[in-house]
């Protein structure tokens, strides 16, 4: 989403196997995700109403969720992430001159 909130560096760090596929594991069939990429900005009232209602509606369902918004009037970028029912969201740094606004999510559950 390029907020920058993941580094490799200092995950290797912690754990210098974290990389390793040497270990079985399985990953669980009934869990997926989704990704929705979309060009423009969002109506922040809009916004608000979606996410009420999908955090009220699936958010025990929802294992992580997260994205990086163009919310029309803003000049900053809207960023938002939720475990379940638990939402957080900021501002954060400006869309430059000519970047392209968009709407990013992800949510897995």
Do not use: T, Y
């Not at 210098?16 to 594991?25: I, T």
């Amino acid at each position: 989403l390029g907020i920058k909130g993941f580094s490799l560096d200092k995950i290797i760090e912690m754990d210098d196997a974290f990389l390793e596929d040497s270990h079985d594991h399985q990953h669980d069939s009934r869990v997926s995700s989704v990704g929705i990429d979309v060009p423009g900005e969002v109506i922040q009232q809009k916004l608000n109403d979606w996410i009420s209602w999908l955090l009220k509606e699936k958010g025990v369902d929802l294992f992580r969720s997260k994205g990086v918004l163009a919310v029309k009037g803003m000049k900053q970028k809207f960023v938002f992430q939720a475990i379940h029912m638990l939402f957080a969201n900021s501002m954060e740094g400006a869309w430059a001159p000519g970047e392209e606004k968009r709407c990013k999510m992800v949510f897995i559950g």
